[in-house]
């Protein structure tokens, strides 16, 4: 049989998981002269049928492919439709005269769409962002035993055999099998219960607030100071000694007895250089 008159019927509906599985393994297996007619089509000509039949043909691999992540929690079908993207894109930078089939060369990309996709999912916080971080993930998810937590002999041992650090091994189990948190406060009404939110906030952590205390500081900073610049020694002086020492600050019968006038007196300069500052600052 010839590529040209292979039969890839696809139903038009497929309903559930396990009827799509069972189509899939209905397509018929390519031999390798098929193989590489309908790659040197597509290659030569871009003959999308001939792509079609080529992907078609390989859906069972990533249907078998998938099944070996159902560990980590995810939807078998999301790990299916990853893996056929990853088919996808091997089928187009499959070259067939390199000699090696399609099956061996789609494994690759089939595995790295759907480890990308357990590492994006698998947790809100990516365990692993590092290509030798992904590849300890996996080899660690694969190499454990139980669930329970490694002892320093599995640690060691699963450090050698993957060629890293006892430290890496450990931190990666850390990641792997730490409990994701909500971040915001349950539902119920349990006045116990409570969410890191509640003490992760930090006091002044409302926007507006934020605005009000920058806007305090570059005044403080800014436009006090040129303010108080505007002002005679004397006005400035008692402003500072009054206003500006938070540890001691003056009263009006001390500023009195070092410009030798009257607390009174004193007071009308103060109130006339706060005045002043008003504008300048308000300007």
Excluded: C
Excluded at 95 to 120: C, M, N, Q, T, Y
């Amino acid at each position: 049989m010839t590529a040209e008159t292979l039969n890839f019927p696809v139903p038009n509906v497929l309903g559930s998981l396990e009827n799509y599985i069972q189509a899939v393994n209905r397509f018929p297996m390519l031999t390798a002269e098929q193989e590489h007619e309908l790659a040197v089509r597509f290659r030569d000509e871009e003959d999308l049928e001939a792509a079609r039949q080529l992907i078609l043909s390989h859906l069972r691999l990533v249907v078998a492919i998938a099944r070996g992540y159902l560990g980590y929690g995810l939807p078998h079908a999301d790990l299916i439709q990853e893996g056929n993207i990853g088919l996808m894109k091997a089928v187009k930078r499959y070259d067939p005269d390199r000699g090696v089939r399609l099956v061996s060369f789609a494994v690759h990309w089939i595995k790295a769409e759907i480890h990308e996709f357990v590492l994006k999912n698998w947790r809100l916080v990516k365990v692993a962002t590092t290509k030798a971080q992904r590849k300890l993930f996996f080899n660690l998810r694969s190499m454990k035993s139980s669930s329970s937590t490694l002892s320093p002999g599995e640690v060691e041992a699963m450090a050698k055999s993957l060629n890293v650090q006892k430290s890496d091994v450990r931190e990666m189990e850390t990641r792997m099998y730490g409990q994701d948190m909500a971040l915001d406060a349950s539902t119920d009404d349990d006045d116990d219960a409570f969410a890191p939110i509640a003490y992760l906030v930090a006091p002044n952590a409302e926007p507006t607030q934020h605005i009000e205390i920058a806007e305090r500081e570059k005044l403080a900073s800014e436009g006090l100071g040129n303010a108080l610049s505007s002002l005679d020694d004397r006005s400035r002086h008692i402003i500072e000694a009054r206003w500006l020492n938070e540890e001691n600050p003056a009263t009006l019968h001390d500023l009195a007895a070092i410009y030798s006038i009257s607390a009174e007196r004193v007071r009308q300069i103060e109130a006339k250089a706060l005045q002043k500052l008003k504008a300048k600052l308000a300007a």
